[in-house]
């Protein structure tokens, strides 16, 4: 998409490799619900209950 007259391979891609050698990152989640507000930016309490 940004091939033009001065980039003929686009932008950034001298070597001509961008988006020819995508790469699977795994990752683990959790997601759900909860009853009360989770303010994730406090981070843990110092003195778990």
Known sequence: ???NSRFPDGLANRSGLVGKNPMV???????????DD??????????LH
């Open 25 to 35: 990152q795994s990752n683990q989640a959790v997601y759900g619900t909860m009853d």
């Open 38 to 47: 989770i303010r994730w930016y406090k981070g843990p309490p110092s003195i």
């Open 1 to 3: 998409m940004s091939a």
